[in-house]
């Protein structure tokens, strides 16, 4: 679990904004050569979606997610507190992914990164809205990831509806500039 910070240092877990922006590129590709993740996920989420904010905010939470992802998945997910930013970063990436108007959020996003750019874009949306249920539920979602695609298994499960991005592929360095333009759209 990596959290994207609005403000900050990027010290210690997690990136600031602007640092997340200047090195995604980088930070997927040190990732899969040191063995730290196959495939990278986000998590989008409303603002108004007070239950799944609380459950990234929650401590054992992040440590079961974390421990869940291991060396296979890097989960990154924006932290803030503003409104604009959670709706610009959740606008531009979900468009340029091709899938916003189709996508009901919350959603993760689950992608592989190969020769610097991201493929194998697939999209699942939670259900569940309460805490014990949408934290079951987040948990499950991301292990039926694990488990399937990563293991290349048959994956489609009845509960839990996955969708296929229409982008084939988007290169890290236009994701990168795509991360500018939403920063500087919510004034950072």
Same mark, same amino acid.
């Given at each position: 679990?990596?959290?994207?910070?609005?403000?900050?240092?990027?010290?210690?877990?997690?990136?600031?904004?602007?640092?997340f922006h200047e090195r995604f590129d980088k930070i997927c590709s040190e990732h899969i050569h040191a063995g730290r993740a196959k495939a990278f996920a986000f998590i989008f989420y409303?603002?108004?979606?007070?239950?799944?904010? *609380?459950?990234?905010?929650?401590?054992?939470? !992040?440590?079961?997610?974390?421990?869940?992802?291991?060396?296979?998945?890097?989960?990154?997910?924006?932290?803030?507190?503003?409104? *604009?930013?959670? =709706?610009?970063?959740?606008?531009?990436?979900?468009?340029?992914?091709?899938?916003?108007?189709?996508?009901?959020?919350?959603?993760?996003?689950?992608?592989?990164?190969?020769?610097? =750019?991201?493929?194998? #874009?697939?999209?699942? =949306?939670?259900?569940?809205?309460?805490?014990?249920?949408?934290?079951?539920?987040?948990?499950?979602? #991301?292990?039926?990831? #694990?488990?399937?695609?990563?293991?290349?298994?048959?994956?489609?499960? *009845?509960?839990?509806?996955?969708?296929?991005?229409?982008?084939?592929? #988007?290169?890290?360095?236009? !994701?990168?500039?795509?991360?500018?333009?939403?920063?500087?759209?919510?004034?950072?």
């Amino acid at each position: 679990m990596i959290p994207i910070f609005e403000q900050g240092q990027g010290k210690g877990i997690g990136h600031s904004l602007r640092s997340f922006h200047e090195r995604f590129d980088k930070i997927c590709s040190e990732h899969i050569h040191a063995g730290r993740a196959k495939a990278f996920a986000f998590i989008f989420y409303d603002f108004e979606d007070q239950h799944l904010r *609380r459950l990234l905010k929650d401590q054992g939470v !992040f440590v079961q997610l974390d421990r869940l992802a291991g060396d296979n998945l890097s989960i990154f997910f924006l932290h803030t507190r503003s409104r *604009r930013s959670v =709706e610009a970063f959740n606008q531009q990436f979900l468009s340029q992914l091709g899938i916003a108007e189709t996508v009901t959020l919350p959603a993760v996003v689950f992608f592989k990164v190969k020769e610097g =750019e991201l493929t194998d #874009i697939a999209v699942v =949306e939670l259900d569940k809205s309460d805490l014990i249920h949408g934290f079951k539920e987040l948990y499950d979602v #991301i292990e039926k990831y #694990i488990a399937d695609e990563l293991a290349a298994v048959d994956h489609g499960p *009845r509960a839990i509806r996955w969708l296929k991005s229409g982008a084939k592929f #988007i290169s890290t360095e236009a !994701f990168a500039a795509l991360l500018g333009r939403v920063f500087q759209a919510a004034g950072f």
